[in-house]
């Protein structure tokens, strides 16, 4: 009997190959873009921490006064002085950050006293409530998370 010598994958060994690469490459990419949105999304919270303790730092240096202006619709806070448009610093939240009640200032008074107060948050990705508590008095901002 003649016997042919095969030398390499017929055409459907290579499109089932093909397809479990495709698939594998496809359920990882899933997860990195997942993954990418989580990161991103603690980044913007801590940003908004350390800018607020920045800010109240601030105040109290330069005697001056400041406000941080929470915006719902555009997922934002910005952070800005009364007297000029000299410190003014935007943080973008992604738009799986919500910020839970309506818009709202928040007033730093020029010696660094603040209301007390509590900030919330909620993540649509993530499903949990960012919540700062803002102490009386010298602000500190408390992560309850």
């Not at 989580?38 to 109290?60: G, I, P, Y």
């Not at 240096?61 to 619709?73: F, H």
Request: hydrophobic fraction near 40%; aromatic fraction near 12%.
């Amino acid at each position: 009997m003649l016997r042919i010598h095969r030398l390499g994958f017929t055409l459907v060994e290579s499109v089932i190959a093909l397809a479990i690469f495709c698939s594998i490459i496809f359920a990882t990419s899933l997860g990195v873009k997942n993954y990418q949105a989580r990161v991103d999304e603690k980044q913007s919270m801590q940003q908004f921490k350390n800018v607020f303790k920045n800010t109240l730092d601030e105040a109290f240096l330069t005697k001056r006064d400041y406000n941080v202006a929470l915006k719902k619709e555009e997922h934002s806070a910005l952070f800005k002085s009364n007297d000029t448009d000299s410190y003014k610093v935007l943080v973008k939240f992604p738009d799986t950050v919500n910020y839970i009640q309506s818009n709202s200032t928040i007033q730093i008074r020029r010696n660094g006293l603040i209301k007390p107060q509590t900030i919330r948050f909620h993540s649509d990705l993530t499903n949990i409530n960012y919540v700062y508590v803002v102490q009386m008095n010298w602000g500190e901002i408390i992560d309850k998370t």
